[in-house]
């Protein structure tokens, strides 16, 4: 399947997904030395809020051109291209999956 996403448009049409994942923040809470994993990160801006916080996060997502992206917008923080990441439990204290949907 071709990756349709276009990180470009993503960051100047619908920056709204960034802003409100915002919100996750106040939800998480994430913690120095966290582990956190964060699913369908797209162009990394909720990844690098969640760092700010001292967690240790990575970020995932499908899309090859997302994760370029996010990887020349934060390029000390860590970017995986994964479909389906199986992580064991005692690996990660924290996942989030804000705005992610699943098909297409």
């Known amino acids: ?3 349709e996403w276009r990180p470009e448009l993503y ?3 619908l920056g709204f997904v960034s802003v409100h994942g915002q919100n996750v923040i106040g939800l998480l809470q994430p913690k120095a030395g966290e582990a ?6 797209g162009t990394g801006d ?20 997302m994760i370029a992206q996010a990887r020349s917008k934060y390029p000390e923080l860590r970017f995986i291209v994964a479909g389906s990441f ?5 690996q990660m204290d924290l ?9 297409a």
């Not at 690098?48 to 001292?54: D, H, Q, Y």
């Not at 996942?95 to 098909?103: C, N």
């Open 46 to 65: 909720l990844t690098a809020r969640i760092r700010e916080s001292g967690a240790h996060v990575v970020g995932i997502d499908k899309s090859e051109a």
């Open 86 to 90: 199986i992580v064991q439990r005692r």
């Open 95 to 103: 996942g989030v999956r804000q705005a992610a949907v699943r098909g």
């Open 1 to 3: 399947m071709a990756d």
């Open 36 to 41: 956190v994993l964060d699913i369908g990160c």
């Open 11 to 13: 960051d100047s049409k």
